[in-house]
Nanobody, 120 residues
């Protein structure tokens, strides 16, 4: 059974940095994707970035240039390094994993989330 667990959230001031980690256990498939999503109160969930099993990253505009997603294959962990954080980055951040089909976009396995709070 696949399990996904996030860690690394916390509270920082504007301009600060945080690194989130997503630990994945179990076998998804030989080709897979892992994504970070976030959801702020009263807003829809939105994707932040994703990476596939060979390490190809994709970033959404809302974090492009401020975040780096990376894969530690040896430990089955995906990191999301976030820099220059803004109050609008405040949200619950979720990690999700799924099989890579024609591309990344379908995630069957989700973590419970880790809170990121950025104060001004």
């Amino acid at each position: 059974q696949v399990q996904v667990a996030e860690s690394g959230g916390g509270s920082v001031q504007t301009g600060g940095d945080l690194t989130l980690s997503c630990a994945i256990s179990g076998n998804i498939h030989s080709k897979w994707c892992v994504a970070w999503f976030r959801q702020a109160p009263g807003k829809e969930r939105e994707e932040v970035a994703h990476i596939d099993n060979i390490g190809n990253p994709t970033y959404r505009d809302l974090v492009k240039g401020r975040s780096t997603i990376s894969l530690d294959n040896a430990k089955d962990i995906v990191h999301l390094q976030m820099t220059s954080l803004k109050p609008e980055d405040t949200a619950m951040y979720y990690c999700a994993a799924g099989r890579k089909l024609l591309g990344c976009g379908v995630y069957a396995y989700w973590g419970r989330g880790t809170q990121v709070t950025v104060s001004s």
